[in-house]
């Protein structure tokens, strides 16, 4: 049962404009979500986080929307750079009791950014 | 602080055999956690290491296993490979508590190959 959903296995943007790169979750205890970017051969690595008492974070170029009711998060790329061509993954930890929780991912959206 | 490493980068295999993989943490990471990533299928959970007992486990069956030694290294063994096997198996370790408790710090990944 997938309870991260990236519905979009991939997204084309020119340089300098806008990416954003969707996730929907179904779980409604879920109140913490993260962000991964992937280069080829590489692990993932930590690019943002937000938690559900927010409903943006902004890190630089990069900002993640959440909207509760929808249970839908976005991450904003703005400008686009040809280097932040990767897979991106949106992530939720599924408390299993106590401190104890495992990382739910998405498939992921490999992000092109073209030149 | 080093970042987590994972040893043999890439490894080939032949159906049958049993594989030993290996994860280092950073250092005063406590919490160790394995994935598998295919083609198609995101980052699936196998199980996390928490001072030395499995905290959290996923869903594949028990020929995956995995320990944990006391300075927190760990190893996940598959036995019986078989074609479906053939993946990059990442390792992550994080904090596990204070801000930032939730983000997971991965390695480069073994890539796999079952023939």
């Known amino acids: 049962d997938q309870q991260v959903k990236q519905n979009s296995p991939s997204l084309s943007v020119q340089e300098g404009r806008i990416s954003i790169l969707n996730c929907d979750y179904t779980?409604?205890?879920?109140?913490?979500f993260l962000w991964y970017k992937k280069y080829p051969a590489e692990g993932p690595t930590f690019l943002i986080s937000i938690s559900s008492i927010k409903d943006k974070n902004e890190d630089g170029r990069f900002t993640v929307f959440l909207n509760k009711s929808a249970k839908h998060l976005s991450l904003h790329i703005v400008p686009s750079q040809p280097g932040d061509s990767a897979v991106y993954f949106c992530?939720?930890?599924?408390?299993?009791?106590?401190?104890?929780?495992?990382?739910?991912f998405g498939k992921g959206t490999l992000l092109t950014v073209n030149p | 602080k080093a970042g987590v490493t994972q040893t043999p980068r890439y490894l080939i295999k032949t159906r049958g055999q049993q594989v030993t993989l290996s994860c280092s943490p950073i250092s005063g990471h406590r919490s160790v956690s394995w994935y598998q990533q295919t083609p198609g299928q995101g980052l699936q959970f196998l199980f996390e290491y928490f001072s030395e007992t499995q905290r959290n486990k996923g869903n594949f069956p028990g020929r995956f296993s995995g320990r944990q030694f006391s300075n927190s290294r760990s190893e996940m063994n598959v036995s019986t490979l078989e074609l479906g096997d053939s993946a990059l198996y990442l390792c992550?370790?994080?904090?596990?508590?204070?801000?930032?408790?939730?983000?997971?710090?991965f390695g480069p990944g073994t890539r796999l190959t079952v023939t």
């Open positions: 992530a939720a930890p599924l408390r299993s009791g106590g401190s104890n929780y495992k990382l739910t």
């Open positions: 779980n409604s205890m879920f109140d913490y």
């Open positions: 992550a370790s994080s904090p596990t508590r204070g801000r930032g408790k939730y983000e997971q710090y």
